[in-house]
């Protein structure tokens, strides 16, 4: 739950910024705007990435069963994606 702490943390964080650059026009507040931002959407990745991987855990012997349909699903797509040689 730390990640939601240090998300909610960020976006406080650059209140002020905000309030700067849209009720006062302080273009360098924009800038500290933009890289939060950059912050917010690298964090919000890496949240997502952990929020998938853990639900594609769900168990110890779930992952092995469900890894290998989707292997053997890709293979045939491959193959149709191969265009054909014309003479």
């Not at 855990?57 to 092995?64: F, I, K, L, N, R």
């Amino acid at each position: 739950m730390s990640n939601f702490a240090q998300l909610k943390d960020l976006v406080m964080s650059l209140e002020a910024d905000f309030e700067k650059f849209y009720d006062k026009g302080n273009s360098a507040a924009g800038t500290r705007v933009r890289k939060g931002m950059q912050e917010l959407k690298n964090m919000a990745q890496t949240i997502r990435t952990e929020v998938q991987n853990k639900k594609n855990d769900g168990g110890e012997a779930a992952p092995a069963a469900k890894a290998a349909p989707a292997k053997k699903a890709a293979a045939p797509a491959a193959k149709k994606a191969a265009p054909a040689k014309k003479k």
